[in-house]
Nanobody
Framework: QVQVVESGGGLVQPGGSLRLSCVASGSIFSILSIYSMGWYRQAPGKQRDLVATITSGGTPNYADSVKGRFTISRDNAKNTVYLQMNTLKPEDTAVYYC??????????WGKGTLVTVSS
């Protein structure tokens, strides 16, 4: 089992920045079995979509809508993944969920953190 906890959401004006953090915890075996960590988001009335993921080796993958604005990074020693979000737009408003994938494609999700981009 892996526990996933996000933090860092909030209200920001268009053009502003926020950094989200996600910490994974669990047994040593569970943590060592983590392959990928990442972020998804769900706006009201819409499906949950990929934002960005990063493998244990550091290979990132981004949705086209955030390329050049968002940066995902990972600290394996702290079992933490970060999402630096710059030049935020109102359409970035959503609940952001952290996703952890273990080898064997076992998925774990956090409860989500709300990001609101509004003036």
């Amino acid at each position: 089992q892996v526990q996933v906890v996000e933090s860092g959401g909030g209200l920001v004006q268009p053009g502003g920045s926020l950094r989200l953090s996600c910490v994974a915890s669990g047994s040593i075996f569970s943590i060592l079995s983590i392959y990928s960590m990442g972020w998804y988001r769900q706006a009201p009335g819409k499906q949950r979509d990929l934002v960005a993921t990063i493998t244990s080796g550091g290979t990132p993958n981004y949705a086209d809508s955030v390329k050049g604005r968002f940066t995902i990074s990972r600290d394996n020693a702290k079992n933490t993944v970060y999402l630096q979000m710059n030049t935020l737009k109102p359409e970035d408003t959503a609940v952001y969920y952290c996703n952890v994938v273990q080898l064997g494609s076992v998925n774990y999700w956090g409860k989500g953190t709300l990001v609101t981009v509004s003036s």
